[in-house]
């Protein structure tokens, strides 16, 4: 049996909240404790799984939009084979184009692209070394863009093997060589860890400790910050916490982990405040709540970005994104994809920028 404190300090300080105006800057804003970085996933998570194939310019204008929201990290494609993930067959071609002309933002952006393997991270370096360009910031001094991939493994044998076709150790043994030329080439790397909290295949017998056994080990190896992973969607308040607490003994810093919830079973939020109990900092979430994984039959997307926000906000934390402008892309993306706007928030938002009466 789990014990769950009450959130008392978020709830204290929301009483103290008032509204403010977005940040500027994610390096002020990331010194203070009541900063949350959101890594916002939509156009790579959330968009991987669609059927119909998606336009370049389609992805191009949600990558844009996103970047004058205010969010200091996105996630912008997949250098992975076209057989696996079709929808990411044009990451080159956005490469180049934010490479050429990166969006104006007031704050400097983190575009970030999943590598399975070391032919990702050359196929990625070969496009940067094609621009003359380099990992490192570009633009202009309110405008700066970097470039990071993330690379992933998996907690269980048979969702690893499904995902990646190799076994959890092959898995680690492919992201070295990744972690050793990322570095050589000054490119941050972020690891995931998959159905941390529940497997398609072995449901939620997934062990905390072989969770916190693979995080530790891509931390070591070099990983600046390892995201764990809900893809099921299966995590509970109270499983949530046992999977902090195995990560926290096994000597990892909240500092590196950020937290991945799917919100197929409607938990990602409360497993969220968890997570900010427990002094996390950092947290994953896509627009208008895209997603889907084609291993997790039912599996929905990412917790929606404006939920997240509008719950952040409420708890009296800061996340320098505007929540108005992410709930009117939420609308956009949703419309051209014509598929249902999965975020509540956003959807009251859009309503009430159009004037329309709050239902009594
Ligand atoms: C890892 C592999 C490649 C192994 O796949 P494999 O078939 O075992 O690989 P292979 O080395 O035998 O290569 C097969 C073919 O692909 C080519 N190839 C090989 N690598 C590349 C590359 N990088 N780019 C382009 N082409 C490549 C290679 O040259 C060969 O071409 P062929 O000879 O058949 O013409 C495959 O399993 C794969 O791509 N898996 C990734 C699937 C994926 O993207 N899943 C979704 C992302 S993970 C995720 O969404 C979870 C996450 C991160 O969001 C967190 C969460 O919620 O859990």
């Known amino acids: 049996m789990h014990q769950l404190r009450l959130p008392l300090q978020l709830l204290r300080s929301a009483r103290a909240a008032r509204p403010r105006p977005a940040r500027r800057f994610a390096t002020e804003a990331r010194l203070t404790t009541d900063h949350v970085r959101i890594v916002e996933v939509g156009p790579r998570d959330g968009l991987q799984n669609e059927k119909k194939s998606i336009s370049l310019e389609t992805k191009l204008e949600l990558i844009e939009r996103l970047s004058k929201t205010g969010v200091t990290t996105i996630e912008a494609g997949s250098f992975v084979p076209a057989k696996w993930v079709p929808q990411m067959a044009s990451t080159s071609e956005i490469l180049q184009h934010l490479i050429k002309t990166p969006p104006q933002s007031h704050n400097q952006i983190a575009y970030n692209y999943l590598v399975p393997n070391i032919r990702g991270l050359e196929n990625l370096i070969k496009v940067l070394e094609a621009e003359g360009a380099t990992a490192g910031s570009r633009g202009d001094s309110k405008s700066t863009t970097t470039t990071e991939v993330s690379l992933f493994a998996a907690a269980t044998e048979s969702f690893s093997k499904a995902n990646t076709n190799c076994s959890i150790s092959e898995s680690i043994e492919r992201a070295r060589p990744i972690v050793t030329l990322a570095k050589e080439k000054d490119i941050r790397v972020r690891g995931y860890v998959s159905v941390a909290l529940g497997c398609p295949y072995e449901g939620t017998d997934v062990s905390p400790s072989k969770v916190a056994e693979i995080t530790a080990t891509l931390l070591e190896m070099g990983a600046d910050e390892v995201s764990v992973a809900d893809t099921t969607g299966m995590g509970t308040a109270p499983r949530t916490l046992e999977l902090l607490r195995a990560l926290a003994a096994a000597g990892i810093a909240n500092s590196d982990l950020a937290l991945h919830f799917h919100d197929t079973y409607g938990q990602a939020l409360v497993n969220t405040v968890v997570g900010l109990e427990h002094g996390i900092r950092i947290f994953d979430s896509s627009v208008g709540g895209l997603g889907g ?51 509540r928030a956003g959807k009251a938002t859009v309503a009430r920028l159009a004037g329309e009466k709050p239902c009594s």
């Open 293 to 343: 994984c084609p291993y997790s039959k039912g599996a929905t997307g990412n917790v929606a970005t404006e939920d997240l926000v509008h719950t952040l906000h409420g708890l009296g934390m800061h996340t320098g994104i505007d929540l108005e402008e992410m709930s009117r892309i939420g609308a956009w993306i949703s419309g051209e994809l014509g598929r249902a706007n999965d975020s």
